[in-house]
T-cell receptor, first 109, second 115 residues
Framework: GQNIDQPTEMTATEGAIVQINCTYQ??????LFWYQQHAGEAPTFLSY??LDGLEEKGRFSSFLSRSKGYSYLLLKELQMKDSASYLC??????????WGAGTKLIIKP | ETGVTQTPRHLVMGMTNKKSLKCEQH?????MYWYKQSAKKPLELMFV???????ENNSVPSRFSPECPNSSHLFLHLHTLQPEDSALYLC??????????????FGPGTRLTVL
């Protein structure tokens, strides 16, 4: 079967750095997405990786290793507004998005 | 209004009621999706429409009935639901379904409670 694993919850301190990991086993791979979802709001697109390596976008970076079936989202200079759930999703060989259950990130002052 | 909108934002219904959820996208996209989001579970894809044609139905019970009159509007008709159907129902759109880098844009969701 297809599976996306990510931690259920993480806690970090304002101003610090946090890394949210995502491992996947899917039938094929056509890219990996990270979305952010604040409580009661729509998921919003953060990043897309299809080639190995690091994609940097401001305070957020996303890394992909296709051989390891692994990605992480790195958040720097954490702010209270970064408290949200972070969803990892993989586009499989049929171009269907397979979603993880999300990681709830709690930022403490 | 921009983006993807959904109404109502909250809905409480009994098991014998009939109600409909509405989604509208103002992005000029051709594909629209219904997802179910339950607490601590992955997003579950329910239905996909591409150019108004249904292309996916992921074994969804018949008590959920989608309707896509045009590329901008998507409905989810609900009848004789069960308490376990209580969840957040998210609508999304993308330029097309399938294909690479198909970023999906989500609406804020309808929080459904079935009593």
């Amino acid at each position: 079967g297809q599976n996306i694993d990510q931690p259920t919850e993480m806690t970090a301190t304002e101003g610090a750095i946090v890394q949210i990991n995502c491992t996947y086993q899917t039938s094929g791979f056509n890219g990996l997405f990270w979305y952010q979802q604040h409580a009661g709001e729509a998921p919003t697109f953060l990043s897309y990786n299809v080639l190995d390596g690091l994609e940097e976008k401001g305070r957020f970076s996303s890394f992909l290793s296709r051989s390891k079936g692994y990605s992480y989202l790195l958040l720097k200079e954490l702010q209270m507004k970064d408290s949200a759930s972070y969803l990892c999703a993989v586009l499989d060989s049929n171009y269907q998005l397979i979603w993880g259950a999300g990681t709830k990130l709690i930022i403490k002052p | 209004e921009t983006g993807v909108t959904q109404t109502p934002r909250h809905l409480v219904m009994g098991m014998t009621n009939k109600k409909s959820l509405k989604c509208e996208q103002h992005l000029g996209h051709n594909a629209m999706y219904w997802y179910k989001q339950s607490a601590k579970k992955p997003l579950e894809l329910m239905f996909v429409y591409n150019f108004k044609e249904q292309t996916e139905n992921n074994s969804v019970p018949s008590r959920f009935s989608p309707e896509c009159p045009n590329s901008s509007h998507l409905f989810l008709h609900l009848h004789t639901l069960q308490p376990e159907d209580s969840a957040l129902y998210l609508c999304a759109s993308s330029p097309n379904s399938g294909g690479e880098y198909n970023e999906q844009f989500f609406g804020p969701g309808t929080r459904l409670t079935v009593l």
